[in-house]
């Protein structure tokens, strides 16, 4: 979606007042990596990240979601439009980069940590992805329903946010994997625990093991991903969602939070996962290090990053 910003903007990292605005869209910046806008037809708030140099979770652009995440719990639920507040129906994570949703942690990052033996600065790395994986996956604490619509690339810590939302939409030529084994580590910030409880750990299992990309529709057959839109059209296809759940809202957003409930996933469980995560990174070789080398290469430029010989 091309988004026209308005002369008003709420930066959120230095704005105490926000301004009035009296039209259908309401849109504020973050920062130059993240910007959101609240659709009044929808109730929709959208988020769209546009990470730099690689589109991956680098520390600033995970500051500047948990900046909106505080700033979403903080409207407890309601925008004002200025000629009145509107309530949050729905809270929609996307990107503002063609191409690809994201292609997850930051392996560049990574790498530099465990040269150095530096064990306190990655488990703070893997614990700010599960802080803000965790608020959106408890739906902010609100009565609204969380949508990630993937457009492209969307490969290990990247799936791992688009499973946090309650419901998934994909573009028909989106494709999904954790790339992650191939250079022996497995995605530690969420993957197994919203897999296996989405489909069960035997196929959770196989999907982070497999180091296999899969396509939009695979990934439905699974059960893992809710709608497959053609490309181009997965805007529309959210607001057709929204618009098909317009008389069944409430009771939706409430099965979703049933489904927490019953399926549970808990902080401290991810924290325990990030424990292992850091020390199995630990462990990796030189020859492992150099393979998540070629990973960084493949992600600046974009090209196929979960192929690795």
Same mark, same amino acid.
């Given at each position: ?14 704005? @105490? ?18 910007? @959101? ?6 109730? @929709? ?34 925008? !004002?439009?200025? !000629?009145?507040? *509107? ?83 994909? *573009? ?32 959770? *299992? ?47 957003? @409430? ?32 020859? !492992?290090?150099?393979?998540? =080398? ?8 974009? =090209? ?6």
């Amino acid at each position: 979606m091309e988004m026209q910003v308005p002369a008003a903007v709420v930066n959120a990292h230095q704005a @105490a007042v926000r301004p009035d605005f009296s039209r259908i869209n309401t849109e504020f910046r973050f920062s130059p990596q993240l910007h @959101a806008h609240f659709d009044r037809q929808t109730r @929709a708030l959208w988020s769209r990240w546009t990470a730099t140099p690689r589109p991956c979770f680098n520390p600033s652009l995970l500051a500047d979601i948990r900046a909106y995440y505080n700033f979403v719990a903080e409207t407890g639920g309601s925008i !004002d439009c200025g !000629d009145g507040s *509107e309530p949050i129906e729905y809270v929609v994570l996307a990107s503002g980069m063609p191409g690809v949703f994201n292609l997850g942690g930051d392996l560049d990052l990574f790498r530099q940590k465990i040269d150095r033996r530096d064990r306190a600065a990655l488990a703070a790395y893997g614990r700010a992805c599960i802080d803000v994986l965790y608020r959106n996956y408890v739906g902010h604490d609100l009565p609204v329903t969380t949508v990630s619509l993937v457009q492209g690339e969307c490969l290990g810590g990247g799936f791992e946010a688009a499973l946090s939302s309650d419901v998934i939409v994909a *573009e028909r030529g989106s494709r999904f994997g954790f790339p992650e084994i191939l250079f022996n580590l497995f995605p530690g910030m969420g993957a197994y625990s919203f897999l296996d409880r989405k489909v069960g750990q035997r196929a959770a *299992e196989n999907i982070i093991s497999s180091g296999k990309i899969y396509s939009a529709e695979e990934m439905r057959d699974l059960g893992v991903i809710d709608v497959v839109a053609e490309d181009g059209e997965g805007e529309a296809a959210v607001n057709a969602l929204i618009r098909q759940r317009s008389r069944s809202r409430n009771g939706m957003a @409430a099965l979703a939070a049933v489904r927490r409930r019953v399926h549970q996933i808990s902080y401290g469980e991810l924290a325990d996962v990030v424990g292992v995560w850091v020390d199995a990174a630990l462990r990796l070789t030189t020859r !492992d290090l150099k393979l998540m =080398q070629r990973l960084v290469s493949r992600q600046n430029g974009l =090209q196929e990053p979960a192929v690795v010989h």
